[in-house]
């Protein structure tokens, strides 16, 4: 029999049922075998993988390799069964990728390297720069300049400062009697923008008793005296022991500071009027004096009736409250 061989059809309506003893092998079964055979297209795999598959161009069943279309995109395709090795890499993941983040692995951090140099990152969204010295994250969200610290002798303040900057001034660098912290304020009113932040005093003290015996101020033999590096403004503090007459009420004794070349006042002054013959100790502080820079601080003394009294025990301190 030759293809497409025509037979006589026993069932007008063709093969219907296979042949059985009462429906014998005749054209219709003939004929749908014929068709079923033509179905098949014997020729071999011509790579190693193919599979038989039906092609619509041929009408044929023929060899070819299993392709993404003919799997159903609602196969359930165990995750083994494909070729991704142990992990997925980049090339496997489309660039719009929704991906978790929790999926990825960063370490649970972003470092540098993930970042491109293009980024517009909120700077609320950094830390404060571990290795930059030179901002800071503030409040807001902004970046801040860190203050720069300067260790240097107090005539000697460090030249164009910053807003915020610290200076810590000495009178030596080697064996300093006080250090001073000031902040830069550039927007302070005052020409003296370097604020007093904290620190002990300058100071100087006598334990010799002396006598004086003017009724005007005078230095006694052993002059108390310190001199400030820096103009600006400071709290002055002085004071001393001092006897009176013992007893009479006609004696007081005076204890000035005498700023420089100006006169000694008594405005400056503190006053010993008592009538005990034992010392009495007296103080004074003077707050807010404008000072120019070396200015000569020293204690000066008089008594009433210019009568000798003895002087002990005498000091002077100085505070800055700003400096230029």
Do not use: C
């Not at 060899?63 to 992990?87: C, Q």
């Amino acid at each position: 029999m030759s293809a497409g061989t025509a037979y006589t059809k026993r069932y007008g309506g063709g093969f219907i049922n296979l042949p059985t003893t009462t429906t014998p092998i005749d054209s219709a079964f003939l004929n749908a075998v014929e068709a079923a055979l033509r179905e098949i297209y014997a020729v071999p795999p011509s790579a190693d993988g193919q599979v038989m598959q039906w092609d619509n161009a041929s009408t044929r069943i023929g060899p070819a390799l299993l392709l993404n279309k003919n799997v159903d995109p609602a196969a359930a395709i165990a995750y083994s069964k494909l070729a991704l090795g142990t992990s997925i890499v980049n090339a496997d993941i489309a660039g719009a990728a929704a991906i978790a983040y929790s999926k990825l692995s960063l370490a649970n951090q972003v470092v540098n390297a993930d970042i491109a140099a293009g980024a517009a990152i909120a700077a609320s969204k950094l830390a404060a720069y571990p290795t930059d010295v030179t901002k800071a994250l503030k409040g807001d969200g902004t970046w801040a300049k860190v203050p720069t610290v300067t260790y240097a002798l107090t005539s000697n303040a460090p030249a164009s400062p910053g807003d915020g900057d610290i200076w810590i001034a000495v009178d030596s660098l080697t064996l300093a009697t006080y250090q001073w912290m000031f902040r830069w304020n550039n927007g302070s009113s005052n020409t003296d923008k370097w604020e007093f932040v904290g620190g002990p005093p300058q100071r100087t003290f006598l334990s010799t008793s002396e006598n004086v015996a003017s009724a005007a101020y005078v230095d006694l033999a052993t002059v108390v005296s310190l001199t400030n590096a820096r103009a600006g403004v400071y709290d002055i503090y002085h004071g001393a022991d001092s006897t009176t007459d013992g007893g009479t009420g006609t004696d007081s004794i005076w204890g000035a500071i005498k700023l420089g070349a100006a006169a000694t006042a008594d405005a400056e002054s503190w006053i010993n009027a008592g009538k005990a013959a034992a010392p009495a100790t007296m103080s004074r502080t003077l707050y807010g004096y404008a000072l120019a820079a070396s200015t000569v601080l020293k204690q000066q003394y008089k008594s009433s009736n210019a009568t000798a009294r003895a002087i002990s025990k005498r000091w002077i301190a100085l505070t800055p409250v700003r400096v230029s």
